[in-house]
């Protein structure tokens, strides 16, 4: 959605990426101990038939050990290589602000060039596809609502639009001066009908128990009804 200056960064992730590429010099002490080790057995041996010294066989054995902690030290330092360049791949991304959500760009807060602080507000997005509505309903017949359950939506437009949906979620706390408890309904909405609007919200399961229905308002998806 927003892109900020990242061109420091990206020479810094290539400088990354090329070094956690290299194996030349894991390869190197590879063949360093590689040969340490012949010329350690071939001292060995020597030394059986009393042709070395036991000074000479101590400083192959030291040798080979030697070349064994370079390649440690060789390993070591491609891993830690291989995280840097994980590290400016993920710094990178962060120069990115991708939108938690598939919706519409309301607003937007910020111009190119422009500076801003950390966490602050750069654009306002919404989501109207489902349609998120807040209903306040009696605790009494909140109680027998659960997630999932029908509802039907009604519009008050000249067309007297009905649309189906079904309860998502209910508040843990309830309104104690109204004595209600806010349940979320979500419908489908391809029609792309603008969040906001006043409608009526029926549950069809509490109607036949002779409930009557509860006029909320929309909720868009970046937050919730008023």
């Keep these: ?10 020479v810094e992730l290539a400088v990354r990426k090329a070094k956690a590429e290299d194996t030349a010099r ?3 002490a590879e063949l360093k101990l590689k040969r340490a080790r012949v010329v350690l057995s071939k001292v060995r041996k020597a030394y059986k038939d009393k042709a070395a010294s036991k000074r000479e ?3 192959a054995a030291l040798a080979a050990a030697m070349a064994e902690l370079e390649l440690e030290i060789a390993r070591l330092e491609h891993r830690q290589a291989q995280g840097r360049y994980r590290q400016a791949k993920l710094k990178l991304e962060r120069m ?3 939108s938690p959500v598939t919706g519409r760009v ?5 111009r190119a060039g422009e500076s801003i602080k950390a966490l602050s507000p750069v ?5 109207i596809d489902p349609l998120r509505i807040d209903v306040p309903v009696p605790l009494k017949r909140a109680s027998r609502i659960r997630p999932g359950q029908a509802a039907r939506v009604r519009f008050a437009d000249p067309a007297g639009t009905v649309l189906e949906g079904k309860v998502v979620r209910l508040a843990s706390v309830a309104d104690a001066g109204s004595e209600t408890l ?4 979500e419908v489908p909405n391809p029609a792309g009908r603008p969040a906001g609007e006043q409608v009526t919200v029926e549950f069809p399961s509490l109607n036949a128990a002779g409930a009557s229905t509860r006029p909320a ?3 868009s998806a970046g937050g919730p009804g008023r």
């Design 106 to 110: 309301e607003r937007l807060l910020v």
């Design 182 to 185: 806010a349940v979320r309904v």
């Design 123 to 127: 654009a306002r997005i919404v989501q």
């Design 96 to 98: 990115r602000l991708l």
């Design 217 to 219: 308002r929309q909720a």
């Design 57 to 59: 066989l101590e400083e």
């Design 1 to 10: 959605m927003i892109q900020l200056d990242d061109a420091v960064e990206r």
């Design 26 to 28: 894991v390869r190197a």
